[in-house]
């Protein structure tokens, strides 16, 4: 069963901005959300929680230098993004 990707205005307002400034990755996220949405667990996004004052979210990989940062809940199967970016705009 597919995860629900709840997409919010304050995240599509980051979104649109990445994108923008990154328009090459753009493919790469659209499998990546794919991929989140059909198995979360899956290797290649390296799923993995937040510890610090991100405890509350985990993040996946776009790819080597970019994340997405989400809010997971599995019982609801449900994954909120929250941010994109750069490891260290995500993670600061």
């Known amino acids: 069963m597919p995860y629900e990707i709840e997409i919010t205005p304050f995240y599509t307002k980051r979104l649109v901005k990445f994108l923008k400034k990154h328009p090459d990755i753009q493919t790469k996220y659209r499998k990546t959300i794919s991929l989140l949405e059909l198995n979360p667990f899956h290797p290649s996004l390296r799923l993995h929680k937040l510890s610090g004052k991100l405890s509350d979210l985990h993040s996946v990989s776009i790819d080597m230098s970019y994340r ?8 609801d199967e449900k994954i909120i993004p929250v941010n994109i970016g750069t490891h260290d705009d995500v993670y600061s």
């Not at 997405?68 to 019982?75: N, R, S, V």
């Open 68 to 75: 997405i940062t989400i809010e997971f809940y599995l019982k």
